[in-house]
């Protein structure tokens, strides 16, 4: 018996016959008769339900994956930013892989867009495309006006390196 209709029958409601009756179907592969959405045609999905009828819930992963199966990226230097390196498809987090794709630097745990700048003219540290931009350890310098080593408390910079025309003291007095 179909009682969805969705051509696919009820396997505990069989009658034998050699003529067709209203209602029946020579299949009896539904999981759940009372709702179209759920038989061996229906994809699946990553919902809690054997969509598709085969005794699993959510399985696969890959190719095989259920339709709106998130993709995983690898994450293997644990900074919790994935690389696009090593992808997976499937309902639940696998270990090792996060959600996202943002690492610059899959090898160095050091590195992710969530960690600060530091001032490095090698490294960037939060991926940003630059080694020294919204570094949190800048060094504040005094300007110098008079050029005699001492800087003005009053005029300030802050910066990874040492301008020109600055200092790294505050001692003048008369700049």
Known sequence: YDDDGDGFGDPSTVLETCS???????????????????????????????????GQLDEGSGASAPVDAPTWYIDTDGDMSGSISATLLQCSQPSGYVGNMDDCDDTDPARAPTFPELC?????????????????????????????????????????????????????CND
């Open 20 to 54: 067709v009756i209203a209602g029946m179907v020579q299949d009896n592969t539904d999981c759940d008769d009372t709702d179209p959405n759920y038989n061996p045609d229906t994809p699946e999905l990553c919902n809690g339900v054997d969509d598709n009828c085969n």
């Open 120 to 172: 490095s003219d090698t490294i960037d540290e939060n991926c940003d495309g630059d080694t020294t931009f919204a570094a949190i350890d800048l060094s504040t310098f005094y300007a110098d006006s008079d050029m005699d080593g001492y800087g003005n408390p009053a005029l300030t910079i802050q910066m990874c390196e040492q301008p020109s025309g600055y200092v790294d003291n505050a001692d003048d």
